[in-house]
Structures are given as structure tokens and as C-alpha cells.
């Protein structure tokens, strides 16, 4: 990517806004009544996907009303650029044990799958009462892995997005909606 030296730079990266700030709003709000239906007296711990995910969890938790934990894992499939390698790498685990939880995992994007599948198979080896999906975005058009998530935020097409925690090399995770990313500025 072409570095970003000014805010003109950094504009012209954005090609267009496809979610808004407010209609991000809304889908979290369905989002947590969604988690707070299916749990309600019962131990919840939600975990995020570090470093996208991060900003979609700090709302989630707030519009979940039952009582719940949190934990945060990272996970590594993009290193440089638009693709992903192909090759998952699990940078920083749970440090708790989850078998008495019932595991929510906040993912901003499934794009191939393949990140999650194998967080999931993870998590799954631990032995949680149950374990479920809530994902901000879902492009099933990349997906090369059998994995559905419980709850979609949206459903997009397969186009680089940025904002609201998604990056293109460490820029844009501050944008408040999600964009396309302008890739003719790479």
C-alpha cells in the first residue's frame, strides 16, 4: 500500500461508504437482544477476535443486558495487503479455562473461513457448555471452509472493507461505518 503521508492520502483510499454508522447502531442493538434470548441466567462469555474485532465488541457487550465476561483472542491470517495468506496464526490464546461457559464468539468479518474454522476448532476442544457466531459482517462468496455464523450483522459482497475496526495496514480501524477500500490506491 502506498503510504499515507496526509489526509488526502488517506480520503482517497476510501472508494465509497456501504454500512453507515447508523445502521450499524441499529444491527447491534437486534444483536444483543439476539444474545441476551438465548442466554439469560446462564454463564456467558464473549470472545473477540483481536485486532478487528475489537470495536464491534466494545458494542456488543454494551447492548448485551445479561451478565457476561469477556475475553479477547488474536489471530493472524493477513499480514500485508487485500488477500489473506492461506495460513492462520494463533498470537494470543484465552487464559481461562471455558468448559463452564457458554462461548459467544464476536467476529467482525468471515471472509474464507478458514481464521474461524480454526479458532473454532480450538475453542471447541475445551469443551464449552455451547459455542456460537456473531459476526458483524459475512462474504459466503469467499468462503472456502463449511462455516455459517449464528447471527450475521450483514452479508456483503466480495469487496476489501474497512472501518469500524477493519483495516488495510493498520489505517482506518477509526472510521465510525464500514467502506470499501479503494484498492486502485494501493
Not at 468448559?99 to 467476529?107: K, Q
Not at 456483503?156 to 474497512?162: N, S
Amino acid at each position: 500500500m502506498k503510504e499515507i503521508r496526509s489526509q488526502e492520502d488517506f480520503d482517497r483510499k476510501i472508494k465509497r461508504v456501504i454500512i453507515s454508522k447508523e445502521e450499524i447502531a441499529e444491527r447491534i442493538k437486534e444483536a444483543g437482544k439476539y444474545i441476551d434470548s438465548i442466554y439469560d441466567g446462564r454463564p456467558v462469555l464473549l470472545v473477540s477476535i483481536l485486532n478487528g474485532a475489537f470495536v464491534f465488541m466494545a458494542d456488543i457487550c454494551r447492548a448485551v443486558t445479561i451478565p457476561c465476561e469477556i475475553a479477547f483472542m488474536r489471530a493472524k491470517s493477513y499480514y500485508s495487503g487485500t488477500s489473506s495468506s492461506g495460513v492462520v496464526q494463533i498470537t494470543m490464546d484465552l487464559d481461562q479455562d471455558i468448559s463452564n461457559y457458554h462461548v459467544v464468539i464476536v467476529e467482525d468479518i468471515i471472509d474464507t473461513g478458514r481464521t474461524l474454522n480454526d479458532i473454532m476448532k480450538l475453542l471447541k476442544g475445551r469443551n464449552p457448555l455451547s459455542i456460537r457466531i456473531v459476526t458483524l459482517l459475512d462474504k459466503p462468496s469467499r468462503r472456502i471452509v463449511e462455516l455459517e455464523p449464528d447471527m450475521a450483522l450483514f452479508t456483503i459482497p466480495d469487496h476489501f472493507v474497512i472501518g469500524y475496526g477493519l483495516d488495510c495496514g493498520e489505517y482506518f480501524r477509526n472510521l465510525p461505518y464500514i467502506a470499501e477500500f479503494n484498492e486502485e490506491e494501493l
